[in-house]
DNA sequence: ACCTGAACACCGTTCAAGT
DNA sequence: ACCTGAACACCGTTCAAGT
């Protein structure tokens, strides 16, 4: 007796699916993510969710989609670069696990692929505009580049804030102090 | 009919073993690894392996220490800096799907969670015996993490080899360049 | 000590059947 | 269009039973 729900809005019942894949998620990472498991939370039977993400990569892409939103969407409107800087860290270490999980699942799904690079190129326009006042143009890709790199190795081993953001400002201030020497 | 081999020595039932998963985790990585995988391609049921290897994660810690002592464990004993930073690059690139995989398990493997230490600091002390001549000795230790977390950042996205290296270059001549101003 | 086979509780995916 | 339930081929782990 499937229990149709042509009453409800349809981007209303996928915004739930999303929303339970969303908890799951960050409570216990990609493991954590099933078909099954937001189906229970909805109440249905496991095989609905595939109606609408057809594969769990799919399902995982859409939630974490919502999650760099949520998490990364409203950087702060203040501060020095240095500040900056530090906001993104932060927030990016939290999300390490599932960047890492979206770059791994990449490999294998378009979802993910195509995810993981709007994500890239997001990250890097941002900075290559916080960072262009405070280097030279002839030097500004490779900083950019450079900084996002040193950013990504920065949240792979787990470290202490302190220790993350004593690093990220040795390497900022040698490359930036280095841009007058060209 | 469990057709026992005590015959055999149990080293080289280990080693066995051990093999079978090196070639499942050179050919599909991580998700590839299973010891059904790994009996079938040794002709015994699944669980015959679960008694040298309890755990998925036990397996796989130690198959990854194989392949890191076979790939990483003899690095050239002529060249310069960047020559000897070039050969580790290019190793651990290849390497780098199993390694982000030992990071995620070490969460929840004590198996992973020692060879990832250990991994670490074998690297760590290589790197700054590397940079030592090169570097003032009051900059040595925060030149090396952060060189450290560079190449980690530099193999978590897919680059051409030349841009890999092309930024290696630029980030280690501007600190080791940048030695000279303390 | 070593190995088998059965069992348990999962998993992702496919698909016929219903409303 | 949407949802169910059954099915398939896996998975990791546990365990009684055999040699």
Redesign the interface.
Known sequence: MPRNRHDVDRDAKIAEIREAAVGLLRAGGYPALSHSAVAKELGLARTAVTWYFATKDDLFAAALADIYVADLGTPPADGDVMARLRWAVERLTALQ?LT??L??RARHSPAAAELEAAF?EGLCTRLRALLAPHVAADRLD?VT??V???????L??PRTTGDRLD?LE??VT??I??SGRS
């Open positions: 696990p890492h999980a770059h791994e890239q490779r580049t450079t996002i790199v040193f950013v990504e190795g920065l792979v081993q690093l040795f390497l040698d490359l102090g280095a």
